[in-house]
T-cell receptor, first 116, second 112 residues
Framework: DTGVSQDPRHKITKRGQNVTFRCDPISEHNRLYWYRQTLGQGPEFLTYFQNEAQLEKSRLLSDRFSAERPKGSFSTLEIQRTEQGDSAMYLC??????????????FGPGTRLTVL | AQSVTQLGSHVSVSEGALVLLRCNYSSSVPPYLFWYVQYPNQGLQLLLKYTTGATLVKGINGFEAEFKKSETSFHLTKPSAHMSDAAEYFCAPNFGNEKLTFGTGTRLTIIP
């Protein structure tokens, strides 16, 4: 399977703990996105990378959140001192840009985080 | 301000009936438009997209959508619902920047 993969698929943690998620994009894609989806809502943009450069961060991304893409391939999203409000599905997507202006994004299966 | 609205958070149709899921956007410039489907505990799968050209676009699983600039709409339709269509559907414009803006979603239930 050459799609976007995410690990882990599920994570349960206690409030105050740190968690890290990994995303592996489609191999030739140079853009990588993180979105957050809370129950009953559509995904909301968090941040995106072009190669290893982080080009945009949403105001939703508080200082407890950090994302990296050190070699322009896989990316990690870390949440420090988790809070119950961080419970959500974290989705990763990738695209090949600027091949197309409309920037079609391909999504992974997501990581569901539950903070107790 | 740029925004997207999906009317109807829940839609129920009988198997074999027409499916109509509504999406309207607000923008001074028509965006690129996408419909995604999400099955329980899974990621998003692209159903179809409108970029340029023909305003009626066909997607996977028998779905299609029509871009109507005058109505700022991009409604999703399927002539005959199947049980396997039960899922959540998201309209997602790209307003010319790097991210997708998702609607709140419509949960489609198929009645046997």
């Amino acid at each position: 399977d050459t799609g976007v993969s995410q690990d882990p698929r599920h994570k349960i943690t206690k409030r105050g703990q740190n968690v890290t998620f990994r995303c592996d994009p489609i191999s030739e894609h140079n853009r990588l996105y993180w979105y957050r989806q809370t129950l009953g809502q559509g995904p909301e943009f968090l941040t995106y990378f072009q190669n290893e450069a982080q080009l945009e961060k949403s105001r939703l991304l508080s200082d407890r959140f950090s994302a990296e893409r050190p070699k322009g391939s896989f990316s990690t999203l870390e949440i420090q001192r988790t809070e119950q409000g961080d419970s959500a599905m974290y989705l990763c997507a990738s695209s090949l840009s600027p091949r197309e202006l409309y920037n079609e994004q391909f999504f992974g299966p997501g990581t569901r985080l539950t903070v107790l | 301000a740029q925004s997207v609205t999906q009317l109807g958070s829940h839609v129920s149709v009988s198997e074999g009936a027409l499916v109509l899921l509504r999406c309207n956007y607000s923008s001074s410039v028509p965006p690129y438009l996408f419909w995604y489907v999400q099955y329980p505990n899974q990621g998003l799968q692209l159903l179809l997209k409108y970029t340029t050209g023909a305003t009626l676009v066909k997607g996977i699983n028998g779905f299609e959508a029509e871009f109507k600039k005058s109505e700022t709409s991009f409604h999703l339709t399927k002539p005959s619902a199947h049980m396997s269509d039960a899922a959540e559907y998201f309209c997602a414009p790209n307003f010319g920047n790097e991210k997708l803006t998702f609607g709140t979603g419509t949960r489609l239930t198929i009645i046997p």
